[in-house]
C-alpha cells in the first residue's frame, strides 16, 4: 500500500539541528570498549531527545492544556453572550497556538508515535512524512499485526527506518522507496529497497549504518546492504524472535451496563483538577476517582468499578496501554475514553483497535470530552472516521 501523507511542518528546520548532535567518528577507535562508542553516543542523543520532550510534555503542555480548560469553564459559569467575548476568544487563540507550538517542538525532538503505538504504526507515520517531505514516493507493506518485542527491539527497528530513509534521501537519488516486514516464527525481517544510484564502488559505511549494525548485533540481529537486481540498494535488518512473542492485536472491551461513574487517570495533578472542574458542570457525572499511574488506575477500576474512565496513555513506567490490555485480561468492564496531548490519526486508530470508546486531544478537551463521555455512556464510540480513513 501506498503511505497516507501528514502536513509539512513549517517549523521542523528549526530544530533539526538536533539531528546532527553525534560527531562523526571512527568504530575502530572503540575496539576493546564494552560497547561501542557510536552505539553509546546514539543511546546519549535518545536520551536527551526523549528527555527534553517529556519536559516539554509534562510542565509546559500540560500547563496549557490546564489553561484551556479552566477558561472553556470559566466562560460557562459567566454566561455572557458569544458577542462580547472578543477578548476572552483572543486569550483562547493565544494559548491554543502556544500548545500547538510546544506540541510541535517535543514531537521534533522525540516523536511520540513508537512509544504510544508501537512499531507498525509508527514505521507507517514515520514514511508518510518522509514522502510529504521529501516528495520521494513511499509505500508500506507488513502484516495488519505485529509480533510483541521489548523497547530496545522495537527503537532499534525503528532506527534502521530512521537512518536508512535519510541516506536514501541524501545520497541515493532516488524516486521511490519502499519499506517491507516479513515475520517468521522464529524472525523478524524488516527490508527498504530505493531505486536510486546505488552504491558506489568502495563505499565507507559512515557512523549511521555503523551505529544500526551494532545496535542490531546486541540484539543478535544482523544488518545487510546490498545492491538492487535493477539499482538503487537493498538494507536488510533481522532479529530473532522467541517463541513468547506474541501478536499485538486486540480484542474488544466486554459490553458493561449504563452509569455514570467517572475515573481520571493521568499523571499531571493540574490536568486532573481541569477534567474534574469541566465534568464538575455535568449534574449527572460523578468523578468517583483520579489515579496518576498505571498501577493506580488498576487498583482503582478494581475498588471503584467506574462506568467510564478517562486515561492518558502517556505516563512515566507502565503507560496507559497496559492498562487496558490488563483490564481486558481482567475482564474488567470499564469503556474507556483515551485522552491524549497528541492529536494524531495514528493514535486514534490504535485506540479504536484496542477496543477503547473514544479518543480525544487534550487540545479539545474542553469542546469534546463530554461529548465522548456521553457516546461510551450510551453505548456508542466517539472517533473522528475522517482521521481514522488517513491513519490506514
Known amino acids: 500500500m501506498t503511505v497516507t501523507q501528514e502536513h509539512p511542518n513549517p517549523m521542523e528546520d528549526r530544530y533539526r539541528t538536533?539531528?546532527?548532535?553525534?560527531?562523526?567518528?571512527?568504530?575502530?577507535?572503540?575496539?576493546?570498549?564494552?560497547?561501542?562508542?557510536?552505539?553509546?553516543?546514539?543511546?546519549?542523543?535518545?536520551?536527551?531527545?526523549?528527555?527534553?520532550?517529556?519536559?516539554?510534555?509534562?510542565?509546559?503542555?500540560?500547563?496549557?492544556?490546564?489553561?484551556?480548560?479552566?477558561?472553556?469553564?470559566?466562560?460557562?459559569?459567566?454566561?455572557?453572550a458569544e458577542s462580547e467575548l472578543k477578548e476572552f476568544h483572543e486569550v483562547e487563540i493565544a494559548v491554543e497556538e502556544a500548545l500547538a507550538e510546544v506540541r510541535t517542538v517535543s514531537h521534533l525532538?522525540?516523536?511520540?508515535?513508537?512509544?504510544?503505538?508501537?512499531?507498525?504504526?509508527?514505521?507507517?507515520?514515520?514514511?508518510?512524512?518522509?514522502?510529504?517531505?521529501?516528495?520521494?514516493?513511499?509505500?508500506?507493506?507488513?502484516?495488519?499485526?505485529?509480533?510483541?518485542?521489548?523497547?530496545?527491539?522495537?527503537?532499534?527497528?525503528?532506527?534502521?527506518?530512521?537512518?536508512?530513509?535519510?541516506?536514501?534521501?541524501?545520497?541515493?537519488?532516488?524516486?521511490?522507496?519502499?519499506?517491507?516486514?516479513?515475520?517468521?516464527?522464529?524472525?523478524?525481517?524488516?527490508?527498504?529497497?530505493?531505486n536510486g544510484v546505488g552504491l558506489a564502488q568502495g563505499h565507507r559505511e559512515g557512523i549511521g549504518i555503523q551505529g544500526m549494525r551494532e545496535r542490531l548485533a546486541e540484539l543478535n540481529g544482523t544488518l545487510t546492504i546490498e545492491?538492487?537486481?535493477?539499482?538503487?540498494?537493498?538494507?536488510?535488518?533481522?532479529?530473532?524472535?522467541?517463541?513468547?512473542?506474541?501478536?499485538?492485536?486486540?480484542?474488544?472491551?466486554?459490553?458493561?451496563?449504563?452509569?455514570?461513574?467517572?475515573?481520571?487517570?493521568?499523571?499531571?495533578?493540574?490536568?486532573?483538577?481541569?477534567?474534574?472542574?469541566?465534568?464538575?458542570?455535568?449534574?449527572?457525572?460523578?468523578?468517583?476517582?483520579?489515579?496518576?499511574?498505571?498501577?493506580?488506575?488498576?487498583?482503582a477500576v478494581q475498588r471503584l468499578r467506574p462506568d467510564v474512565i478517562v486515561l492518558d496513555v502517556q505516563m512515566p513506567g507502565n503507560h496507559g496501554w497496559s492498562v487496558v490490555r490488563e483490564m481486558k485480561k481482567q475482564s474488567l468492564t470499564s469503556r474507556i475514553i483515551v485522552l491524549s496531548h497528541y492529536d494524531l490519526p495514528q493514535i486514534e486508530h490504535a485506540a479504536k483497535v484496542a477496543g477503547c470508546y473514544g479518543y480525544v486531544s487534550k487540545s479539545r478537551a474542553s469542546n469534546d470530552l463530554v461529548s465522548a463521555i456521553r457516546a461510551a455512556l450510551a453505548g456508542s464510540t466517539f472517533f473522528n472516521e475522517s482521521q481514522l480513513a488517513v491513519s490506514r
Open 109 to 194: 525532538l522525540h516523536p511520540p508515535t513508537l512509544d504510544l503505538m508501537g512499531l507498525r504504526m509508527s514505521i507507517v507515520s514515520y514514511a508518510a512524512g518522509f514522502q510529504e517531505r521529501t516528495g520521494i514516493q513511499s509505500s508500506v507493506e507488513m502484516p495488519d499485526s505485529l509480533p510483541q518485542v521489548d523497547t530496545d527491539t522495537e527503537a532499534a527497528l525503528f532506527r534502521v527506518v530512521q537512518e536508512s530513509l535519510t541516506n536514501v534521501h541524501r545520497h541515493a537519488r532516488a524516486s521511490t522507496v519502499a519499506i517491507r516486514v516479513a515475520v517468521a516464527p522464529n524472525e523478524f525481517q524488516l527490508s527498504i529497497y530505493d
Open 227 to 299: 545492491a538492487g537486481y535493477n539499482g538503487g540498494s537493498t538494507i536488510v535488518a533481522k532479529i530473532p524472535l522467541s517463541p513468547s512473542n506474541g501478536s499485538d492485536g486486540a480484542d474488544v472491551l466486554a459490553t458493561p451496563t449504563a452509569g455514570h461513574r467517572i475515573l481520571v487517570v493521568d499523571d499531571h495533578d493540574v490536568l486532573r483538577r481541569g477534567v474534574r472542574s469541566l465534568l464538575a458542570a455535568e449534574s449527572d457525572f460523578e468523578v468517583c476517582g483520579e489515579a496518576s499511574s498505571a498501577e493506580q488506575a488498576l487498583e
Open 18 to 80: 538536533f539531528d546532527n548532535i553525534i560527531p562523526s567518528t571512527d568504530a575502530s577507535s572503540s575496539k576493546g570498549s564494552a560497547r561501542s562508542l557510536s552505539v553509546r553516543l546514539a543511546e546519549a542523543q535518545d536520551v536527551e531527545r526523549r528527555k527534553i520532550s517529556r519536559e516539554l510534555h509534562d510542565s509546559v503542555g500540560q500547563s496549557l492544556v490546564a489553561a484551556k480548560l479552566a477558561l472553556a469553564n470559566l466562560k460557562k459559569r459567566l454566561g455572557i
